[in-house]
């Protein structure tokens, strides 16, 4: 089986959706795995009706806009009388009767009841639309494959569980479901974290022992950097598992940093391709040889930057490290970059569920602190230090690191 996955750029309207047809048109249909995200910034959407759920604030507004932009689509995909407008509602009757039943407070289990619906929304309309196209297909809930534990918003997957039930498809079929959702043992909808998709679309590769997985992009492939970022990029044709991994570490927003592991582990191809260009090669990452020589250069955003020192001057010792790291472990922090110096630990980090302040909270109780919100993360690798005055110049540089190639710089 192939699989291809589809981001939500790729259908954010009624366009996105007929031009995965052209792809299909072009890459063949036979034994196809379909994964697809939710339409446009729909997921961002819904998290503001999560929010105002949460704050007791009125929502319909923001309900009814998500509704209509698929009602929209939909008018132009489909006949009036196709059954496409009631599956819309029974699918907005149930998020109300979420809202109406629920009497849980947690936030992470609420947020993944609800944003789950993106996807289901997407999918639905993408499988019933490839059938009138002609590209005959099975719509499959996710939920019901894709197994994780209870641990919302960042479900952890349960292979076994996962393998069994994937293995019970018939892989002569073409499928259409979800990215991002699974559900856990309670069957409760998870999700695997933002822009989790792509590490579906690895699973369900890995499950079905697919031949390939394709992600279809708006740009040609994995490029030196993002072309929106920094100039004169160059598209990368063939990439290791491994250098693609480097780069998903280092925050090349293309490649999502766990579905590179599942793909690797059984040398299954993955390539990066335009929805645009089909035809075109794109980028294969593979088993290889060949070791990269070009700079790539990567650009982590919305990073924040802590100096954490001790109150009594006293070294930064190990003991203070592996406290620092528990509450970074369970607060659920990524840390970007680390700098040690005689009395103090620099971090520069990622705070995807929000809780910088927290973290703030518990280290000040212990540690002096010195802070810095919102700055960035550049990394250059395979840098022969030659040509990079570029990236030094109009920054406030913070931070400066240089390892084995690796340039990275911490700037405001
Ligand atoms: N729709 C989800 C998100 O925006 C998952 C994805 O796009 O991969 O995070
Ligand atoms: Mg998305």
């Known amino acids: 089986m192939k699989v291809f996955k589809f981001g939500g750029a790729s259908v954010k309207d009624a366009n996105g959706v007929k031009n995965v047809a052209t792809v299909l048109k072009s890459e063949g249909f036979d034994g196809c795995m379909l994964i697809v995200s939710a339409m446009g910034k729909t997921t961002n959407e819904l998290e503001i009706v999560i929010e105002k759920y949460i704050n007791k604030e009125n929502f319909n507004v923001e309900i009814a806009l998500i509704k209509e932009k698929h009602v929209q689509i939909c008018s132009e995909l489909f006949e009036k009388n196709h059954s496409a407008f009631s599956e819309l509602d029974g699918i907005f009757d149930k998020i109300e009767h979420f809202f109406r039943e629920n009497n849980s407070t947690d936030y992470n289990f609420i947020y993944d009841q ?29 939920k019901n494959f894709i197994k994780t534990d209870s641990n919302f918003r960042d479900g952890i997957v349960n292979w076994i569980e996962t393998e069994e039930r994937i293995a019970t498809l018939n892989k002569t079929q073409n499928f259409v479901t979800q990215g991002f959702i699974g559900s856990d043992l309670n069957a409760n909808t998870t999700t695997l974290g933002r822009e989790g998709s792509d590490y579906s679309a690895a699973i369900f590769a890995y499950c079905l022992n697919a031949e390939a997985l394709t992600i279809w992009k708006d740009v040609p492939g994995v490029m030196t950097g993002d072309p929106r970022k920094f100039e004169d990029t160059t598209l990368l044709s063939n990439i290791s598992y491994e250098e693609a ?7 090349a927003s293309i490649i999502h940093p766990k579905t590179l592991q599942p793909l690797k582990q059984k040398n299954i191809p993955f390539f990066v391709k335009s929805f645009l260009k089909p035809s075109e090669k794109g980028t294969k990452v593979s088993v290889s040889e060949i070791n990269l020589k070009e700079e790539t250069y990567i650009l982590k955003e919305n990073q924040h930057l802590i100096h954490i020192s001790t109150k009594d001057f006293s070294f930064i ?17 990524k840390v970007s970059l680390m700098q040690n110096s005689a009395i103090s630990l620099a971090l520069c980090f990622d705070d995807p569920f929000k809780n910088k302040n927290f973290l703030i909270d518990e280290l000040q109780e212990q540690f002096r602190l010195e802070k810095i919100e919102n700055v960035s993360l550049f990394t ?6 030659t040509n990079i005055e570029k990236f030094y110049k109009n920054k406030d540089i913070l931070l400066e690191q240089i390892s084995r190639g690796t340039l990275q710089i911490v700037a405001k």
């Open 114 to 142: 609800i944003v789950s619906f993106g996807e289901i929304i997407s999918s639905k309309i993408l499988s019933l639309y490839l059938n009138v196209a002609g590209f005959k297909n099975e719509y499959l809930d996710a």
């Open 317 to 333: 010792a190990e003991n203070h490290i592996s406290l620092i790291f528990n509450i970074l472990s369970k607060l659920k922090i």
């Open 245 to 251: 991994i480097e780069m998903a570490y280092y925050g």
């Open 380 to 385: 250059v690798r395979n840098t022969n230090l």
